[in-house]
């Protein structure tokens, strides 16, 4: 695993666990200035879910991912409903990734936009990723780009975003409603055919969908050769060339699957 904030001195705010069956990234996402609605911010939430989702995986591994994933987005919510504004849209949301080995089979759950890239012995590399935040926000990209970063349009545009969030015709994220986990994209494969996996916040798969430095099968040789920090790397060398404001970015890659 590898796990790296955004710039030096900025809290994390992504969240990455594994346990002998499972894997789990939480890429957490919050709006500067949203403090008023949570007073425990966008890193809280995103390590509080991971947690309680990996516990959840080792407690009831015959649970279905979607009901364990609704289940600690319930767990979380209960843990600050009390003092927080869980309701209000800019308050504090995650994407999820989950591999979790059963019996025989992969099986994987993703919900928002990071990626789960499962390798296959045959053939090419099996990418998962919900692509409806990616389609939606690219509406409100040159309205965001017109204005100061961090002002107050700035934000007042990215609460109009984050107000498709968990809705109809929206896109759906962990947040307060167990609900949204019924919306995550799911399936299994049999782990025979499987060389690896990875799971990618959506800071770490710039290297692919934004930089286009290489493709998704030249991302798990770099993995299986050097390791996730040299993909972050090769972000952070491209975010700064290009003048791209950094991302916090977390990979955690799998291996030995069939031993498991």
Same mark, same amino acid.
């Given at each position: 695993m590898a796990s790296v904030a955004a710039r030096p001195g900025r809290t994390?705010?992504?969240f990455t666990g594994a346990m002998p069956t499972a894997a789990v990234l939480v890429?957490?996402?919050g709006i500067p200035g949203a403090e008023s609605?949570? !007073?425990?911010?966008?890193?809280w939430y995103a390590t509080r879910?991971?947690?309680s989702l990996l516990g959840l995986l080792a407690r009831l591994p015959d649970?279905?991912?979607?009901?364990?994933l609704a289940e600690a987005i319930e767990q979380v919510t209960d843990d600050h409903q009390d003092t927080c504004d869980v309701a209000d849209p800019i308050s504090p949301s995650a994407t999820v990734?989950?591999? !979790?080995l059963s019996g025989g089979l992969v099986e994987y759950l993703v919900l928002g936009d990071s990626f789960l890239v499962l390798g296959r012995a045959d053939g090419a590399p099996l990418v998962v990723s919900d692509p409806r935040e990616v389609i939606i926000s690219r509406s409100y990209l040159p309205a965001l780009a017109a204005v100061p970063e961090g002002g107050d349009e700035y934000r007042r545009i990215l609460q109009d975003l984050r107000a498709n969030r968990n809705r109809a015709g929206g896109f759906w994220v962990a947040k307060d409603d167990p609900q949204a986990a019924d919306e995550a994209i799911t399936g299994s494969c049999p782990i025979s055919e499987l060389t690896g996996a990875a799971l990618l916040s959506n800071g770490a798969s710039r290297i692919v969908d934004r930089f286009q430095?290489?493709?998704?099968?030249?991302v798990l040789a770099v993995l299986a050769s050097s390791g996730p920090a040299e993909i972050i790397h090769q972000v952070r060398q491209a975010e700064a060339r290009h003048g791209v404001a950094a991302d916090d970015a977390t990979i955690a890659h799998c291996t030995g699957l069939g031993a498991a």
């Open positions: 994390n705010e992504d890429d957490g996402a609605t949570c !007073r425990h911010g966008v890193a879910l991971g947690g649970r279905s991912l979607p009901a364990l990734a989950v591999l !979790r430095l290489t493709d998704w099968p030249g």
